[in-house]
């Protein structure tokens, strides 16, 4: 489509003013993490990494964010194992009720944050589960493994049939077609998933606010102090967040959007 | 069955039925059985932190006599509408920003910047405005040295920062759904109309946007979804000026300890946003048949 100069440039102003207002309030809580001054507000007082410090020597900050970076992983792996496995099943089932499983196991996708938390708050307490990061996990794996499946399905879906036929054809067992075909191809969307489902297991909070009993996660724990207010030990914490969320995530969409 | 054919196929495939057990495993134990116990939990109540046994319709009949639920389910649903159309305002035309206007190669750079923070710490990103809104916040301290106001405004702790935090929340995803439909759009359809005579504007009413309903429609009932069930911006960004009805079942969680009645009124939040969707889908079957099935 042809467009004059004049909308192009309107177009390029509103797209810089969106850019504005979607990072323009990250951007201002990263630069207030450095300012001198105990109140995140102009006039700029001058450089400082002592809010960083005081984050670091900070125990319940260490103590909710090793808790967050373990279940992460965890979370992370347990995704992929199942949303890989289910893709590679999904790949072989011949059945009219694909479409309805496939569906049926992304709705996790859809049921409301508060909804799951509570449900799996009832269902552990009835089966006599301890709440700790153990729940928080197997919580989030119910709806981060169909976001695994559906991305991994999506990359799978890429590798012609007839590579695992030709793979058979020379004699490869079931399992080494997998390992040897399926899974090198298979795995730029492997690695997206992983990182995806690490950032928003990491970042999560209704439903970890459920089911952690008292072992806070990073969120819970940054949303029991935001409520008092401003404080820059908190913009600290939040770019440290950010910087380790935006680079797995930017690194999973390029590998998503790379087709090749 | 032909010679040619190996039965290896065949066994691959009938065995895919395992590689499918551990998912399926893990959602029917940890989603649809939890799922099954609210439901029961709802029909239950409280004596002493222990569920009783019998069924009782009493945090039902509770829920829709009071009108203080009553009252929270308005505000929800309003604040979902209100949300769902600014969004969308907002994000529709920065989708077609980045589709026709972004140079390819551009694109995904920016595509990238707008939708990471989708995935980041939404509760970072609501905490992220206090500083923008607050009294002495930025907005405030620009809006006072451009000579536009002499007082600070209060906006932190009212139901326009739950608004705002809000769409930040939502835009980045939103945006993502239209541009995906846009982009799939054959750029000959476009470069047609334009040959046949139609201007800007009537290529956008009769080809893009017709084209692009379905993914509008479908991004709109994703963050309804989300803006509805979401206590995070009212609790924080709004300071829980107006009770959203997801608040009321965090509090019958957290200070009432009351699961039997926070399952009801979980399982009433879920009905009502999904009654909203389904009188939606009516009118879209609807609307579609009148355009002769091209309503998709």
Redesign the interface.
């Known amino acids: 489509?042809?467009?004059s100069p004049k909308?192009?440039l309107v177009?390029?102003i509103?797209?810089i003013l969106?850019?504005i207002?979607?990072?323009?309030?990250?951007l201002?809580?990263i630069a207030?993490s450095f300012n001198l001054d105990r109140?995140?507000?102009?006039p700029w007082r001058g450089f400082t990494l002592q809010w960083y410090e005081k984050m670091f020597s900070n125990e319940d900050i260490i103590h909710s964010l090793g808790n967050s970076v373990m279940l992460g992983v965890c979370v992370s792996l347990t995704a992929v194992?199942?949303?890989f496995?289910?893709a590679?099943?999904?790949?072989?089932?011949?059945s009219k009720w694909k479409g309805a499983?496939m569906l049926?196991?992304i709705s996790?996708l859809?049921?409301?944050?508060?909804?799951?938390g509570?449900?799996?708050?009832?269902?552990f307490n009835?089966i006599n589960l301890p709440m700790s990061v153990v729940t928080v996990w197997?919580?989030h794996?119910?709806f981060t493994?169909p976001l695994a499946?559906t991305i991994i399905n999506a990359r799978m879906q890429t590798i012609p049939k007839s590579m695992e036929?030709a793979a058979?054809?020379l004699g490869a067992g079931?399992l080494q077609t997998m390992f040897l075909v399926i899974l090198p191809q298979t795995l730029p969307g492997i690695v997206a998933a992983a990182l995806?489902t690490f950032?928003?297991s990491f970042?999560e909070?209704?439903i970890a606010w459920?089911v952690c009993g008292f072992d806070q996660t990073l969120?819970v724990y940054?949303?029991s102090i935001?409520?008092s207010?401003?404080s820059p030990t908190?913009?600290a914490?939040?770019t440290m967040?950010?910087c380790i969320?935006?680079t797995l995530?930017?690194i999973a969409?390029?590998l998503q959007?790379k087709k090749d | 069955m032909s010679p040619l054919e190996p039965v290896r196929h065949r066994g691959a495939s009938n065995r895919s039925a395992g590689w499918l057990l551990p998912l399926s495993g893990w959602m029917v134990i940890f989603y649809l059985i939890p799922l099954v116990f609210i439901i029961g939990t709802s029909f239950r109540t409280m004596v002493n932190y222990q569920l009783t046994s019998e069924f009782t319709m009493q945090n039902y009949l509770a829920i829709f006599a009071e009108p203080l639920y009553w009252k929270a389910l308005r505000v929800s649903l309003l604040l979902a509408v209100k949300v769902v159309a600014i969004t969308t305002l907002i994000a529709y035309p920065l989708a077609m920003v980045l589709v026709f206007i972004v140079p390819k190669r551009w694109r995904t750079f920016f595509l990238i910047l707008i939708i990471a923070p989708f995935w980041t710490s939404y509760l970072i990103r609501a905490y992220s405005w206090f500083i923008v809104l607050g009294n002495n916040g930025i907005l405030n301290l620009l809006l006072k040295s451009l000579g536009l106001i002499g007082q600070p405004v209060q906006i932190l702790y009212t139901g326009t920062a739950t608004t705002i935090g809000l769409v930040h929340y939502l835009l980045p995803i939103m945006t993502l759904t239209i541009y995906t439909t846009l982009e799939n759009i054959d750029p000959k359809l476009l470069e047609a109309a334009n040959d046949l005579g139609a201007g800007g504007l009537r290529s956008f009413f009769h080809v893009i946007l017709p084209l692009s309903a379905g993914g509008l429609v479908n991004g709109m009932m994703f963050i309804y979804i989300l803006a509805f069930a979401d206590f995070v911006s009212p609790a924080t960004l709004g300071g829980q000026t107006e009770r959203v009805f997801p608040q009321l079942i965090v509090d019958a969680v957290q200070w009432n300890i009351n699961w039997p009645l926070a399952s009801a009124l979980s399982i009433v939040m879920v009905a009502a946003i999904f009654l909203v969707l389904l009188v939606l889908s009516l009118f879209r079957n609807i609307g579609s048949r009148e355009n002769g099935g091209s309503g998709k």
């Open positions: 489509m042809k467009q909308l192009k177009g390029w509103y797209l969106a850019m207002f979607v990072l323009g309030p990250i201002v809580t207030f109140f995140s507000s102009l194992l199942l949303g496995t289910g590679y099943g999904l790949r072989h089932w011949k499983y049926a196991s996790p859809a049921v409301p944050w508060t909804l799951m509570l449900a799996l708050l009832i269902f009835r197997i919580s794996v119910v493994a499946l036929n058979w054809d079931s995806l950032t928003i970042d909070f209704i459920f969120p940054i949303y935001i409520r207010g401003v908190i913009n914490i939040g967040v950010f969320s935006i995530v930017s969409q390029v959007r």
